[in-house]
């Protein structure tokens, strides 16, 4: 009798809450002000789905070739991008305004006078509400700002331009809405931004494993470059072909989700230029290193910029992570006790996580691989310890 098929795991409703998130709102004192700062967290957290599960990549163009500029019929593949994007930020700006009203402005147009808060709580919601109405009228002018640019020649008259514009706004969006949730509950604890931001911690990871996947792509590619140096003329067009075909296949993993539009037009580009060289029938030492050597450049700097933007505090919090486990083998080691090699090789899986941080590190992380999975006695086990530590001691955190 066949094994049952095992259900799909199912999507978190969408306003789910993070478990942190939903502690700090429980304990507040004031359970008015919990339970409408409650409604409007759960209004965020169904925005900022709406935001990062509709993925729009879908849409984007698969070539460099114009397709005569975006008609009616892309618009109405469009229109549920556009749509799910208006309506998740539109809803969570109404949420606010009904949960939080903003105050009456006087006639004569001044603020007015408002007696000082009598207590620390009572200052802290007023901080909290400042928050919010500040936050609903510059989301508000954004949706406003986003369905201009859907309206300007230069963004219809281009797919590319388009999907830029669209997923830099959904982007803008779902960061806005972010920092929203962080200060509302920054402002009664002490919490850190992945432990309350609905979604926060996917979408770090997304950026993570889009690192990991544009360092094994330029290691592929450094290899390629190294083999075509070496390589006839005539051997030079099928090494292009395989660099061409390397890049179609970093654009279709599930991580590359999360490389922007231009970027990402600029790898169909590098293939493209490929693609016409590996119809050639000999190429001559420089032409291959002539494309890819500046796309390679330019994929550092896009990697840069998402370690920068994103991934500071998650590869703190990895090595920090790593540290302590080290640290976990070295009192093994002391004890004799076998659970060394256990937690080595757990240091090193959890390293993983920093790939693409550096090259070095990557270097090391691959050969440690190896070398875990092939079993470490004790002298192994304290060399890789010392290798690991050195490594970890001079990845580049400035």
């Not at 949420?95 to 001044?110: D, Y």
């Not at 959904?170 to 609905?198: C, H, K, M, N, Q």
Request: glycine letters at 6%; charged letters at 25%.
């Amino acid at each position: 009798m066949p094994a049952p098929t095992p259900k799909p795991k199912s999507r978190p409703p969408q306003d789910a809450l993070p478990s942190r998130l939903e502690t700090l709102l429980e304990l507040l004192t004031d359970r008015h002000l919990a339970d409408r700062l409650t409604r409007v967290h759960r209004a965020a957290a169904v925005a900022i789905d709406r935001l990062g599960h509709l993925s729009i990549a879908k849409y984007e163009p698969t070539s460099v070739e114009p397709d005569g500029g975006a008609d009616l019929s892309l618009w109405e593949t469009m229109a549920p991008a556009i749509g799910d994007t208006v309506m998740g930020v539109n809803q969570l700006v109404a949420a606010i305004n009904k949960e939080f009203p903003p105050p009456a402005r006087p006639a004569g147009g001044g603020e007015g006078w408002a007696p000082p808060p009598a207590s620390s709580d009572e200052r802290l919601a007023q901080e909290v509400e400042a928050v919010l109405h500040a936050s609903a009228e510059r989301l508000a002018k954004r949706v406003g700002e986003l369905g201009q640019q859907m309206r300007r020649p230069e963004v219809v008259s281009d797919r590319w331009t388009l999907m830029a514009e669209l997923q830099a706004f959904r982007a803008d969006f779902s960061v806005r809405i972010g920092d929203l949730v962080y200060l509302t509950a920054a402002a009664f604890e002490d919490v850190r931004r992945e432990d309350v931001v609905p979604g926060y911690v996917h979408q770090v990871a997304a950026r993570a494993a889009l690192r990991a996947a544009a360092a094994d792509l330029r290691r592929s590619l450094q290899g390629r470059l190294e083999r075509a140096a070496k390589a006839e003329p005539s051997a030079r067009p099928a090494l292009a072909k395989q660099v061409a075909e390397s890049l179609s296949a970093f654009i279709s993993l599930p991580a590359s989700v999360a490389l922007r539009t231009p970027h990402k037009r600029e790898v169909l580009e590098a293939r493209a230029r490929l693609l016409e060289t590996a119809s050639r029938p000999e190429l001559g030492p420089d032409t291959l290193p002539e494309i890819v050597e500046p796309f390679l450049a330019a994929l550092d700097g896009h990697m840069e910029e998402v370690t920068r933007t994103w991934l500071i505090v998650h590869d703190r919090a990895v090595w920090a992570e790593c540290g302590m486990k080290l640290e976990q083998v070295e009192m093994h080691l002391a004890l004799g006790s076998q659970g060394a090699a256990r937690v080595l090789a757990e240091a090193v899986d959890a390293a993983g996580a920093l790939q693409g941080r550096s090259a070095p590190f990557d270097l090391f992380l691959r050969k440690a691989r190896q070398e875990a999975g092939g079993g470490l006695d004790e002298a192994g086990t304290r060399d890789m310890l010392s290798r690991f530590r050195e490594r970890l001691a001079a990845l580049p955190f400035s």
